[in-house]
């Protein structure tokens, strides 16, 4: 069983910078996309950075590049996954609710719709004041 949860969440001031954590456990393949989604207060959820485990692909939201860096790496002790967003220069409109998900595939184009995705953890929040 499938089980990503998130960490690092924070309220912090704009310009600041935080880094997230995705702990993925329970995985049966080694081809599959890695997402992070978040959703801001009225908002609907968007897809931020995306990464398939081949490296092939990386998708970033057009408000996040250049700040954000996704990255998926082995955990040393265990058969575990992390996955990372490097969050720069955040800005008040980054806050929101930030998720980590995985979607099953041997190809790398990482879809961007999050009813494609299968698997969701259970979210971080990030706040950024101005």
């Known amino acids: 069983q499938v089980r990503l949860a998130e960490s690092g969440g924070a309220s912090v001031q704009a310009g600041d910078s935080l880094r997230l954590s995705c702990a993925a456990s329970?995985?049966?393949?080694?081809?599959?996309?890695m997402a992070w989604f978040r959703q801001g207060p009225g908002k609907k959820r968007e897809a931020v950075a995306s990464m398939h485990t081949t490296d092939d692909h990386t998708y970033y939201n057009d408000s996040v590049k250049g700040r954000f860096t996704i990255t998926i790496s082995q955990d040393k002790d265990s058969a575990q996954k992390n996955v990372d967003l490097e969050m720069h220069s955040l800005k008040p409109e980054d806050t929101g609710i930030y998720y980590c998900a995985l979607f099953w595939s041997y190809y790398g184009d990482c879809p961007r719709a999050d009813n494609d995705y299968t698997d969701w953890g259970q979210g971080t929040q990030v706040t950024v004041s101005s």
């Open positions: 329970g995985l049966t393949s080694k081809y599959y996309c």
